[in-house]
């Protein structure tokens, strides 16, 4: 179990733990504030002189108890209205781990805040009020969850107090929702009942529900797996910068600078350059300072070469036994990000890893409703919030993987060139997610206990 | 051929897991190579603080073995403290590197600033640094902020886009999707970068003792003279300090953050060694800035009103 005391651990103990991305994601009155502020509270990332800002500003506010939403809300215009304006990051740690919050509001511009906060999260977690079960915006939240290709949705099934710990609340809610997600693609779903304002659950496993036997939430938090996904895909090496000293010590050195986007890179490995194609063999591998024969995503490392080949920023390197193939027309699903809408026929800037290049929106075919997950058909434009589906034609060739096989080669920024505003977050290929494959009932073992 | 699997330390869940550490060094070298790919004229802002140490300590490693492409720039408020200035200009000559001053005595001297009535020089920063930004003409501008500092740094982007006056519109940032920065920017705009964003001070603390990152001397526990103001020890000097009505003591004591000597606070302290410093910070009930820091406690929003006007 994990307690304050365990934070006081040797340095080397310490430097052990791993790190795990998750998102939050609830509607207005799920009390998803009060989950984060207990998550904060309980493993000491709440500091005296924090918990005293919030006592003193809740105290002149003439409220009676401290209002946790305070910590979390940090910009004047959120203090003023009560409102989460924008995506927080928080952070907190145990002794096994260090989190990395994405803290994203529930109620205003809720999709793009929403995926911005999924884009790099290895887990979501989903906040229901056990007393009104799925309702739109968990449908919603599900949704982007899986548009997103989160690899882990947590349900927090919350207020579960308020419903008299009754197991068949939550059963049926878990039910529920996990039909709904599985059948969207989500791929591990845990579902956790709890009460955020009593604590069931959340830190402490509860008393008042005997009848579940699964892991709190912080325990899940701490034991769920990551980064597996990124290793067990081929390998993309997107080439960031040329390293070229030419001093007298180093007068040959080339060493092509990047962070290893999926999978593993070897010495001695084959590999191809694209988009020209080129072939070699890897010749050496600096992670950092240290020369390794093997290394692995997200490492950041610098790659050198047997041949001198011509290569540049916004190059990908890869595997010549498993290489993407390159393309000029792009089928992906956008989330439309910006407050100016983007219309058939703009010509904006496709950002790809470390590539950007001209490209024009040649066709938009389907706007989706994520309420009901129903296609408009050809709606013109899209504008903030909305996901849709595009077709662009790049004016040079992108060596881009489906966003399902690869999250970081698969994704890609539209960008307004002439005020450089990012306008849609892109994910290359055709599905909005695998629901049509998906077809399994799940049954009473659906969920993760 | 044999196989060397690096960076694997102790519990980890896959094979191919990465300490928190070196995910967070990872990701911080690859937005270092991301500015060096994407602007003209970067600059690390480097006080000699210990944040902005590990930014060049970064930077090195990201280029290596070839030299850091950007020059540092130093804001320099006149009440500095000398352990500090002689660790940057050392530290400057070690890596051969180009260091920019700018400097608030200066601006104060030419009657472009004056003196506030508190005595306290941080916000007067924010003039020299726009200017210098201007005049240099960077295009980007590396700053040690980390997210766990404050509220309003919470909201911060890696990449933060700031006008022709340098200054930070909370309500207009762009989102930030995976890992794909975006730092267009118009002339005369520039990006101000924070590669330590997701770091918090225990991870800062832990990669300098991982690394062997030496550190001014004022960070570890010894003896100064300090006295009594707005219930923090502030060092006793020329800058200003003690008032009559205060009195100086010799105390046992060190510094968490580097800054101004009118406004950062020292902490009672007998860490002398990394380690001890560790387990101080890990007991802590009080943030940093909460302890040493009398800049951020003038107003509940304090740092996102310096920060709107082009503080980093």
């Known amino acids: 179990m994990t307690s304050t005391t365990d934070q006081v651990a040797g340095l080397d103990d310490l430097a052990a733990t791993t790190l795990l991305r998750f998102a939050t994601a609830g509607s207005v009155d799920d009390g998803k504030s009060t989950l984060v502020g207990r998550l904060l509270h309980d493993s000491k990332s709440v500091l005296t002189d924090q918990m005293e800002a919030v006592e003193a500003v809740s105290a002149q506010r003439g409220q009676e108890a401290p209002d946790l939403a305070l910590l979390t809300d940090g910009l004047r215009a959120e203090r003023e209205q009560g409102i989460t304006i924008d995506v927080a990051y928080r952070y907190f740690a145990t002794a096994r781990r260090r989190f990395i919050l994405a803290d994203t509001p529930g109620h205003v511009q809720y999709t793009r805040n929403m995926v911005t906060g999924a884009s790099t999260a290895d887990l979501a977690v989903v906040l229901v009020d056990a007393r009104n079960g799925v309702i739109e915006q968990t449908r919603r939240h599900a949704a982007v969850a899986a548009l997103l290709r989160v690899p882990h949705v947590v349900l927090a099934v919350n207020k579960m107090d308020l419903v008299g710990y009754q197991e068949s609340v939550f059963a049926a809610i878990a039910e529920e929702f996990t039909a709904y997600a599985s059948d969207l693609g989500v791929p591990e779903i845990t579902a956790i009942p709890i009460s955020a304002l009593a604590g069931d659950n959340v830190v402490e496993p509860s008393a008042n529900m005997d009848w579940y036997g699964g892991p709190t939430v912080l325990e899940h938090l701490e034991t769920v797996p990551v980064s597996h996904d990124l290793t067990a895909c081929p390998a993309r090496f997107p080439v960031q910068y040329v390293i070229r000293p030419q001093s007298a010590e180093h007068p040959d050195y080339r060493g092509y600078a990047g962070q290893i986007a999926s999978g593993v890179l070897r010495v001695g490995e084959a590999v191809t350059v694209l988009p020209s194609g080129r072939t070699s063999v890897i010749e050496g591998i600096d992670a950092l300072g240290e020369s390794v024969d093997i290394a692995w995503a997200p490492q950041s490392v610098t790659v050198r070469l047997k041949d001198d080949i011509d290569i540049s920023r916004g190059d990908l390197i890869a595997p010549s036994a498993n290489a993407p193939a390159t393309t000029q027309d792009v089928v992906a699903t956008v989330c439309h990000v910006a407050d100016q809408p983007l219309s058939v026929g703009a010509r904006v800037l496709i950002k790809h890893t470390t590539r950007t290049v001209k490209a024009i929106v040649k066709e938009i075919p389907s706007r989706l409703t994520l309420d009901d997950l129903s296609q408009h058909p050809e709606p013109g434009q899209l504008v903030a919030n909305d996901i849709g589906l595009v077709v662009v034609r790049t004016a040079e060739p992108l060596a881009l993987d489906a966003y399902a096989d690869s999250r970081r080669t698969g994704s890609f920024l539209l960008i307004d060139p002439a005020d450089g505003t990012t306008l849609a977050a892109g994910m290359a290929g055709e599905s909005f997610a695998s629901k049509a494959e998906t077809t399994v009932q799940p049954d009473d073992e659906g969920w993760d206990f | ?312």
């Open chain 2, 1 to 312: 051929m044999t196989t060397t699997v690096a960076h694997v330390h102790g519990e980890t869940d896959a094979p191919y897991a990465l300490s928190h550490l070196d995910a967070l060094e990872s990701e911080a070298v690859h937005i270092f190579r991301e500015v060096a790919g994407e602007f003209e004229k970067p600059v690390i802002l480097f006080s000699g603080g210990k944040d902005s140490i590990v930014m060049l300590h970064l930077a090195l490693k990201a280029f290596a073995p070839a030299p850091v492409p950007f020059a540092l720039l130093h804001v320099d408020t006149g009440h500095n403290f000398p352990e500090v200035l002689e660790y940057r200009d050392r530290t400057v000559a070690e890596h051969g590197l180009r260091l920019h001053v700018a400097s608030v005595q200066d601006y104060i001297d030419a009657g472009k600033l004056r003196e506030r009535p508190d005595g306290t020089r941080n916000p007067l920063q924010t003039v020299p640094l726009t200017e210098a930004i201007q005049q240099l003409k960077f295009d980007a501008v590396f700053g040690g902020g980390r997210r766990d500092e404050e509220k309003a740094r919470a909201k911060e982007r890696v990449f933060s886009l700031r006008d022709e006056f340098s200054q930070w519109d909370p309500r207009r940032q762009r989102p930030e999707l995976w890992q794909l920065y975006n730092g267009r920017h118009a002339p005369g705009e520039h990006v101000r970068v924070f590669p330590l964003s997701n770091w918090t001070e225990l991870d800062v603390w832990q990669y300098i003792a991982r690394e062997g990152i030496e550190l001014p001397e004022i960070y570890f526990a010894h003896e100064r003279e300090v006295f009594k103001r707005n219930g923090m020890w502030l060092t006793a000097g020329e800058w200003g300090g003690p008032k009559e009505s205060e009195t100086p003591e010799t105390r046992l004591i060190r510094y968490r953050t580097v800054g101004d000597m009118s406004c950062t606070g020292a902490v009672d302290s007998d860490a002398v060694t990394l380690d001890a410093v560790i387990a101080e910070i890990a007991v802590s009930r009080l943030t940093e800035r909460g302890a040493t820091r009398a800049d951020d406690k003038m107003s509940e929003a304090a740092m996102e009103d310096r920060k709107r006007e082009g503080y980093f």
